[in-house]
């Protein structure tokens, strides 16, 4: 027993020093997630700031110059320009000048001041319709101030039903708060996987992979030697992008690290199981690369970072099942925003639990029956 | 044509044989050779080919019928503190809506389990005092959303408002007293009139395909004929670093064009995103990123030597930030001004622009030339660099 740990340990030692000895290989494996977790926290966020408008104004009146003003002053929206005529919209949306054109006709102020309905006309380039849908959204929340204000100062009948408002565990529905911790997983699981997927992989090319076999390690001790550095190293990139997200981003953290460690170390334990799968499988370094992206790419996509796993038809989401990806993600949201214990995330933990168990016996049966 | 006398190559290595056959076919035959080489190790190794053909098709139908920023049957839970008429009517619209799952609850503790657990996003709560603040004209809905999902959260909440309001408007034309406005909205959408988040998504998808199978495509081919010492081989043959690239390059982006066209046809046929602009404009956009993507991998692979760094290296600036950089989901204009630079030199940016355009609005020349001309001059560049990466020397 103690001597399986010995050589566990030794492989182990022999991994991390081959990773880590290359200055460019050691570089790859630190840097780059920390300088993705502060780019793409600015970068991966619903949330406009900053949405450039142009305006036909029939009317011209202060009326219609008190509604330019909301929302002008709202800070998100910029106006680029004051159109003449109808023929200039199109060439400012086609050329992407301007995501929204605010259009208000000509007796905007007169039938506001005798208590007729107006409607404010609104073109939005679709060409994103999500950043179209949430821009014309913040439009529609300025208008409803511009009524409410104007309903005070003229002593209006205010609208007889409200919706009243509360988001639980992110107040102002800021994307960033949900998108920095799903990024632990999801930068941490492509270069762990990859580098799981790698490492046997090269060792076969290079043909040393034979020379282990032939030594008195077992190949469930080979495999630990394998999985353990991953791992490792995985869980040194998690730290550092849970360093960025905490001292940079200052994302708020309801939960405990303790129960978020757990988290990562039975995700990290899957997706280095499904690495050295892989690597199992491939036969050229190569196609270990191939097969692993092949599995990467649907794995980021489809795991409820980006867009909601519920958007997705039912078919394809008996796929997301065995994604440890949504799982990971799912665990570092809760813990971090709803401040969720293990037994609340025992649902995310054993199919974790179980994609690892099952990756890692069958790896180890693949080394076993293959030689070549 | 130059005169024939013993020439050096540009790094004055090693003398190149004066050519012997008619000078101006010798390259073409040398590197026809080299693609038939390079074909024929795609052949026998299936996973270029996967790569090539499979991978794209494969891609394509997972991610746009998976990708979808449509919501539809939200779990929503009603808690009904007042079963009048009036609230029934009001709960039975979200029950009609194909937008809402909804659970009628007649009190807060069960609805607030079913949010904890995550079994509905979101709780609407009518309060016991409901009808008679309504017939006072100051009725209030509560609406708690589960926020662990902002995006969605935001969605949710136009939804729940818009069913509200279609509520309460229809109580007005019932002749109930209800003040709406004084200014309301007419929204349109250009190029999208039905917020169909597949329209935006799928071309979006394609430029993600495209720079993945381009980069992958390219960034082993280079590391691996130097960790396998083949390239020291080619060093003596007569071959010139040009011709061993432009060997490397044509048959790869043959291969990448039909993952293309493979990928037009799936949105077109199987998604019916409407292609409004021409087909030769997006064949020449399309060629033009390829070139880029397939640069990309090809300086990788030839500046690094060695296939597991530039695998990792690869991973790392063609997927990601082609994911999350190049307007394909997040809008670039509100990203803060270092990080918005940084999408300037990111090629997927134009393409996510061109293809956007040429998909939804049409050939319009004002986005599509810039644009264009922007990743043509990419192109050049890459393929210079990596020419001058890649030289007849030893390591």
Redesign the interface.
Known sequence: MFDAFLRILALTLKELLAVLK?P??RN??LI?PML?CL??G???????????YAVLDHDRSAASHD?LAHLDGSGVFRRIANLNRAADIK?A????RA?LIIQIDQDFERR?LS????????????????????A??Y??AI?EA??AD??AVHA????????????????N???R??MIPGLIGT?TM??TL?LAA?SVA?EREQGTFDQLLVTPFRPVEIMAGKALPAMLIGMVQATTILLVAQLWFHIPFAGSFVTLYAGLSVFLLAAVGIGLLVSSVAA????A??FS??L???F???A?L???I????RA?QY?TLVNPLRYAIDIT??VY??GAGLS?LLPDLWPLAVLAAVSLAAAAWMFRHRLT | MMPITPQTSPNGMMPVIPQTSPIGRAPVKRIWALVRKEAYQMVR?P??I??GVV?PV??IL??G??????????PVAIVLEDPSPDTRELAARFQLSPYFDVQLLPAMPLAREL???RKV?AIVRIRPDFARH?SH???????????????????V??Y??GA?GQ??AQRAAEG??????????????????T???R??LVPGLIV?IMT?IGA?LTA?VMA?EWERGTLEALFVTPVRVDEILLGKTIPYFAMGMVGLVLCVLASKFLFHVPLRGSVWVLAGVSALYLLVALGIGLLISAA?K????A???T??VT??PA???S?F???L????AP?RL??YVLPARYYV?LL??VF??GD?W??VLPNAAVLAGMAAVLLLLTRGVTRKKLA
């Open positions: 290359e460019r290989s790859s494996l780059p993705q780019i793409f600015y970068a991966a966020t619903y949330d406009l700031n900053d949405v450039p509604l060439t949306i086609d050329e992407r995501l506001l208590g007729l309905p107006v409607a404010v006309q609104m073109i939005a380039d679709g060409r994103n319709s999500n950043t179209a849908g949430t014309m959204g439009v529609g208008v511009f009524n104007w309903r209006q009948a205010s609208p007889p039903i409200r919706v009243a408002v509360r988001a639980w565990y992110n107040p529905l800021e994307t708060w949900n930068l492509m270069q990859l790698m090269r050229t370094m190569q196609q690369m191939l992206f092949v990467v790419m649907p980021t996509l489809l409820g980006t867009t909601p519920s958007s997705i038809p394809l796929f949201q809760r925003l709803e609340r | 190794d996973s270029s996967a790569i991978l494969l891609l997972l991610f019928y998976g990708l979808s920023l449509d919501v539809w049957h939200v949010m904890l657990a996003d309504l004209g100051d009725a209030e809905v509560q609406l708690l959303i589960h926020g662990t999902d902002a995006n969605h959260a935001r969605i909440q136009s729940v408002q509200v509520w309460a109930h007293e209800v003040a709406t406005g004084p200014v309301s909205l007419r929204e349109r959408l250009w190029f999208n009139e917020y169909e988040s329209y935006f993600l993945l992958f082993m691996r690094l060695s296939q597991f760094v695998s990792q290296v991973l790392l997927f990601m994911f999350m950089l307007g989901l997040f809008d204009r509100s990203m803060p990080v940084i999408t622009a956007q355009t939804l609005a319009l004002s986005v």
